[in-house]
């Protein structure tokens, strides 16, 4: 079984610019997260979909962040325009249930 | 406001010997808790995971001991192996109005050493 899979696994963009990062997750897995790690810090959660619908956005840094789930199966998320401090790891993952989570590999987003 | 914490940035073990990485938490609500493993470059990887009506689960050479009342869990891997070499993640989940909420919170990490 497929995991879950991120892409790009690295992204190098100016500031200003637009990055979108996608996320397929585990196959019949209709929880799907995003979460965030920054200059090696704790791993900081940003939003939960169930299904196509997002459940919670509370970790949603601002409004420069769009994160969709058109058919509930795949997930984008959108960084725009990018600053400086949205640097670092963005880690996709997905459940079952809302119990064990199961991460992908990460998209290291690094904006100059 | 960290509400999970690992106060140990780094563990030191000789092969063999037991490894001990402590977590601690302030949120009364959290009654589910996961460890995850991660190399670099890599993502998360679920190790083991226990709900609070446990105090102790195990698989192989990892086992999780809870304690709801100090709000402290621990993981214990024995023997330890230099492949265990990794940062060590605590996270915890919770309900919120009797609904898990599906967030985890995590821990800062705790890088483990194994040495030959």
């Known amino acids: 079984e497929a995991g879950v899979t991120q892409f790009p696994s690295h992204s190098v963009i100016e500031k200003g610019q637009t990055v979108t990062l996608r996320c397929d997750p585990i196959?019949?897995?209709?929880?799907l997260y995003w979460y965030r790690r920054v200059m090696g810090k704790e791993i900081k959660f940003l939003l939960h979909?169930?299904?196509?619908?997002?459940?919670?956005e509370s970790g949603m840094p601002n409004n420069r962040f769009l994160a969709e789930r058109t058919g509930g199966t795949y997930s984008t998320l959108k960084v725009q325009p990018a600053e400086l401090e949205d640097s670092g790891v963005y880690f996709c993952a997905s459940s079952q249930r809302t119990d064990t989570q199961y991460f992908g590999p990460g998209t290291r987003l690094t904006v100059l | 406001d960290q509400q999970v914490k690992q106060n140990s940035p780094s563990l030191s073990v000789q092969e063999g010997r037991i490894s001990i990485l402590n977590c601690d938490y302030t949120n009364s609500m959290f009654d589910y808790f996961l460890w995850y493993k991660k190399y670099p470059a890599e993502g998360p990887t679920f190790l083991i995971s226990?709900?609070?009506?446990?105090d102790k689960n195990e698989d192989g050479r990892f086992t999780v001991f809870l304690n709801k009342s100090a709000k402290h869990l621990s993981l214990h891997i024995v023997p330890s192996q230099p492949g265990d070499s990794a940062v060590y993640f605590c996270a915890a989940n919770g309900l919120l109005g009797g609904t898990s909420y599906g967030k985890l919170t995590f821990g800062q990490g705790t890088i483990l050493t194994v040495h030959p």
């Open positions: 196959s019949g897995h209709d929880n």
């Open positions: 226990i709900s609070s009506i446990k």
């Open positions: 979909f169930v299904k196509e619908s997002k459940q919670d």
